[in-house]
């Protein structure tokens, strides 16, 4: 049966060693160590045989635990043994870490005492081990985890340093929406909804608190409550409207009990790159393309497609990097193509033709013609018509939501919410955008 059972870091020093039979020597542990653990290719097999000796391991986290034989015995019932024996320490001691075996070894000795018996299995439930073996583990935090904890405690900032100085006061916000949407032919929505993302730019002096205002249908309906007595005061209610957010998540700099009495968002941002919030809607999309295919058979051999393109944004604004993706059968044989904006191409291996415009102002119109070409079929099956796909990006986003204020507030070094030089931007971009045809 089992010989040995060596426990290594990822150093290759050992940890614990617990030989059963007099057949294997101390040697094996340096054999394992220089031809496993130090091995200059990657080991993929878990069973490794070194000078007639079996060598089965097991890597968790930076912790090897390795069961030598120099027997034919059931490698099956060893890496159970092992898988248990892992299950065991965790059960006694939480994380299988190189600290915890160490500030553990004892209670690993007696535990190896009782589960192996000359080598072979004995009891690894750890019920009945508990029973006899009472002695608790002890358990260890890592270095993240005591630094968390610290925090919690002390009231201390983790995710940004003290000391920080800038030249230039400087605040970036990305507002980035991705918008999918199912349309069929008639111009009816199947499924809509805006994924979208806050992305922050932070380069600040100091600790500076931040203020982000959106307009939050709960907000703007409180404010709007009682301003409902003549017609101006509707038509700016419908102008100023907001979005129903659907839910949303937050950066963990975010003091989530100002964001639900006030509804705003306040934080100490982290330095450089990070993104505030995570949010998702499904009501009042504004949808910045409207694509209506028609689909002409002309006998057996013959078909015509074409699709009207129309942007539904203000003409002010670009829609820039369109694609529009139009599936063809698979029987198709040649097509030829006409545009009234961009250029198109068929694409055999995609079977379908793919029509690329480079920019596109708001409220206008493009169309597209494909005469195809099809090859003789005998199957009778109908062409199941796969949905027109589109991609592209517009500088707006299409669930409505605006940035209503963005205010920084540093009362230790005498900088004022002027003196920062703030950027917001919008970016809306396609998901899964497909109208059926």
């Known amino acids: 049966m089992i010989g040995g059972l060596f426990i290594y870091n990822h150093k290759g020093e050992i940890l614990i060693s617990r030989i059963y039979r007099d057949d294997i020597a101390r040697n094996a542990v340096d054999a394992f160590r220089v031809n496993v653990i130090h091995a200059r290719s990657q080991i993929r097999s878990p069973v490794t045989n070194i000078a007639r000796t079996s060598f089965f391991h097991l890597k968790k986290s930076n912790i090897w635990i390795t069961a030598v034989t120099r027997q034919n015995v059931n490698a099956?019932?060893?890496?159970?043994m092992l898988h248990k024996t892992l299950a065991l320490m965790t059960s006694y001691f939480g994380k299988v870490s190189e600290e915890a075996i160490k500030s553990n070894f004892v209670l690993i000795y007696e535990l190896l005492d009782e589960i192996l018996d000359f080598g072979y299995p004995q009891k690894t439930d750890s019920g009945i081990l508990k029973t006899f073996?009472?002695?608790?583990?002890?358990?260890?935090?890592?270095?993240?985890?005591?630094?968390k904890i610290t925090n919690q405690v002390t009231g201390q900032i983790g995710w940004r340093r003290e000391g920080i100085k800038y030249r230039r006061n400087e605040l970036f916000l990305d507002v980035l929406e991705n918008v999918n949407l199912l349309m069929n032919a008639q111009g009816k929505?199947?499924?809509?909804?805006?994924?979208?993302?806050?992305?922050?730019?932070?380069?600040?002096?100091?600790?500076?608190?931040?203020?982000?205002?959106?307009?939050?249908?709960?907000?703007?309906?409180?404010?709007?409550?009682?301003?409902?007595?003549?017609?101006?005061?509707?038509?700016?209610k419908k102008k100023n409207a907001g979005i129903a957010i659907d839910d949303c998540t937050f950066h963990q700099c975010v003091k989530l009990s100002k964001f639900e009495t006030e509804r705003s968002i306040s934080f100490i941002p982290p330095d450089g790159?990070?993104?505030?919030?995570?949010?998702?809607?499904?009501?009042?999309i504004s949808f910045p393309f409207r694509i209506i295919p028609l689909v002409r058979e002309i006998g057996k051999?013959?078909?015509?497609?074409?699709?009207?393109?129309?942007?539904?944004?203000?003409?002010?604004?670009?829609?820039?990097?369109?694609?529009v993706k139009i599936p063809?059968?698979?029987?198709?044989?040649?097509?030829?193509?006409?545009?009234?904006?961009?250029?198109?191409?068929?694409k055999s291996s995609d079977n379908a033709v793919v029509w690329r415009i480079k920019r596109m102002a708001g409220l206008k119109e493009a169309q597209l013609t494909a005469e195809i070409e099809l090859l003789p079929s005998t199957e009778n099956r109908k062409w199941q018509r796969p949905p027109i796909s589109m991609?592209?990006?517009?500088?707006?986003?299409?669930?409505?939501l605006k940035v209503r204020y963005l205010k920084v507030?540093?009362?230790?070094?005498?900088?004022?919410?002027?003196?920062?030089?703030?950027w917001v931007r919008y970016i809306g971009r396609s998901g899964l955008y497909e109208t059926r045809s």
């Open 409 to 422: 507030f540093e009362p230790k070094l005498n900088y004022s919410d002027h003196e920062t030089v703030k």
């Open 391 to 400: 991609n592209f990006e517009v500088p707006y986003a299409p669930s409505g």
């Open 189 to 236: 929505v199947l499924s809509a909804h805006v994924s979208g993302r806050v992305v922050m730019r932070s380069y600040l002096s100091g600790m500076p608190e931040c203020k982000f205002g959106m307009n939050d249908k709960i907000i703007t309906d409180n404010k709007d409550k009682d301003n409902t007595n003549n017609n101006s005061d509707i038509i700016a």
């Open 76 to 80: 099956a019932m060893v890496f159970e």
């Open 328 to 346: 063809t059968p698979v029987t198709t044989a040649g097509v030829n193509l006409f545009c009234s904006k961009g250029r198109s191409k068929y």
């Open 273 to 284: 790159e990070f993104e505030l919030m995570r949010y998702r809607t499904t009501k009042d």
């Open 133 to 147: 073996i009472t002695q608790q583990g002890i358990k260890t935090t890592s270095a993240e985890e005591q630094t």
């Open 301 to 323: 051999t013959k078909m015509e497609i074409k699709v009207v393109l129309k942007s539904n944004y203000r003409p002010a604004l670009l829609g820039q990097k369109i694609e």
